[in-house]
């Protein structure tokens, strides 16, 4: 049983802490093995399909992402993801394209906040990025990032708003890209004047 368990491991390692139903199968795992594990409190099921090691922390944002692939992590989690801030989320802000019903999400996830955008806006920017515990999950580029926080200014913690404008503009500012996104965005205005200010 050891050997079994300690092979169990290094195989849900192999897929980033969490295997889904087909994986542990193609490992070599029987369905009767997995439901033996998960009924002795062995593996614990993340999502619908999805497995992980009981005693084992896997990453929050890996949890929230295998979920569905239309997460990605925004606003002020994106800006921490990249660097940009140094305030550790505690709640996760997600984006999802209007229409998708994530309300079993919604339901299971109490920690995050879903900000909704038109499906033509939902690939603006999109990228992947390695967590803090080294996984890879869903973001959108700091140019997204910085519009989606000078659109919804109001709901921004302001420290984390001017920390994050203030690097962005004086630091890592790509003048076209930020532009051409501010354009689809509609804010163009906005963006031009923290620029003008923040780069005389």
């Known amino acids: 049983m050891d050997y079994s368990l300690e092979k169990l491991r290094l195989i849900i390692e192999k897929y980033d802490g969490i295997a889904s139903l087909e994986q542990l199968q193609k490992e070599g795992l029987t369905r009767i093995l997995i439901y033996a594990y998960l009924n002795d409190g062995v593996l614990k099921k993340e999502a619908h399909g999805k497995y992980s090691i009981t005693d084992w922390q ?3 944002y890996k949890i929230i992402q295998c979920r569905s692939d239309k997460i990605v992590f925004s606003h002020a989690t994106a800006l921490f993801l990249h660097g940009i801030s140094d305030k550790v989320p505690h709640t996760l802000d997600i984006t ?8 079993r999400i919604k339901k299971d996830c109490i920690n995050a906040n879903f900000h909704y955008c038109k499906s033509e806006l939902w690939e603006l920017g999109l990228m992947q990025i390695v967590t803090p515990q ?5 973001t959108y580029d700091l140019e997204r990032c910085i519009c989606d926080i000078i659109r919804d ?12 404008i203030r690097e962005y503009f004086i630091h890592n500012c790509k003048s076209r890209k930020i532009i051409k996104y501010s354009k ?3 804010i163009e205005d906005k963006v031009r004047t923290y ?3 923040l780069q005389a």
């Open 134 to 138: 080294g996984f890879t999950v869903n």
């Open 96 to 103: 999802v394209p209007q229409g998708d019903n994530v309300s």
């Open 184 to 186: 689809v965005m509609n």
């Open 153 to 164: 200014k109001k709901n921004i913690d302001t420290q984390i708003f001017v920390q994050a």
């Open 58 to 60: 896997p990453d929050e």
């Open 195 to 197: 620029m003008e200010v």
